[in-house]
T-cell receptor, first 109, second 114 residues
Framework: TQLLEQSPQFLSIQEGENLTVYCNSS?????LQWYRQEPGEGPVLLVT?????EVKKLKRLTFQFGDARKDSSLHITAAQPGDTGLYLC?????????FGTGTSLTVIP | EAGVTQSPTHLIKTRGQQATLRCSPI?????VYWYQQALGLGLQFLLW???????NRGNFPPRFSGRQFPNYSSELNVNALELEDSALYLC?????????????FGPGTRLTVT
């Protein structure tokens, strides 16, 4: 069992569509990070959410931290082919840094 | 400012050999993390070093080891290589031990064991 479960695992959508990726846990996190990884490269940090209920926007990406700080979501509006990649949530519940299971997104032109 | 660097980019070894992977963190970062990412899978935590000390290790056998040098660079050693050790090995660095310590990743070393 993974500490951070992401859903869906795979997502293939047409350019211009909206999508939401979820990151869930039974543990409480002081903060959660979201990363995007392209094939053969290291993950790149997108955002950190710290406060329960916090919403952060990064252009067409909206990140939300759950009120209980156990879950987070990433919403992409009008997806572009450049959004293609592996999206990973990550955080430390107090003893070790964990990465989520990942969501592989493909945006078809 | 230079990012996290890793060397070599690619490494090909045969089963039973040893591999050494290197990582230089972002200037000012004292923590270094190592992760293994097998093809198509998520990141599995290997080791965490801070201020020269091993702070935590993941669920990997003892043949995976490493160290952190006084300049905060780090080395990952994998002994008695097995075929399933083939993976992308990622190094990350961060500023501090506590709080929302955000990790910055290098490009990785692709290890292939034949």
């Amino acid at each position: 069992t993974q500490l951070l479960e992401q859903s869906p695992q795979f997502l293939s959508i047409q350019e211009g569509e909206n999508l939401t990726v979820y990151c869930n846990s039974s543990s409480v996190f002081s903060s959660l990070q979201w990363y995007r990884q392209e094939p053969g490269e290291g993950p790149v940090l997108l955002v950190t959410v710290v406060t329960g209920g916090e919403v952060k926007k990064l252009k067409r990406l909206t990140f939300q931290f759950g009120d209980a700080r156990k879950d987070s979501s990433l919403h992409i509006t009008a997806a572009q082919p450049g959004d293609t990649g592996l999206y990973l949530c990550a955080g430390d519940p107090g003893n070790q840094f964990y990465f989520g299971t990942g969501t592989s997104l493909t945006v078809i032109p | 400012e230079a990012g996290v660097t890793q060397s070599p980019t690619h490494l090909i070894k045969t089963r039973g050999q040893q591999a050494t992977l290197r990582c230089s963190p972002i200037s000012g970062h004292t923590s270094v993390y190592w992760y293994q990412q097998a093809l198509g899978l998520g990141l599995q935590f290997l080791l965490w070093y801070d201020e020269g000390e091993e702070r935590n290790r993941g669920n990997f056998p003892p043949r995976f080891s490493g160290r952190q040098f006084p300049n905060y660079s780090s080395e990952l050693n994998v002994n008695a290589l097995e075929l399933e050790d083939s993976a992308l090995y990622l190094c990350a660095s961060s500023l501090s031990l506590a709080g929302a310590y955000e990790q910055y990743f290098g490009p990785g070393t692709r290890l292939t064991v034949t």
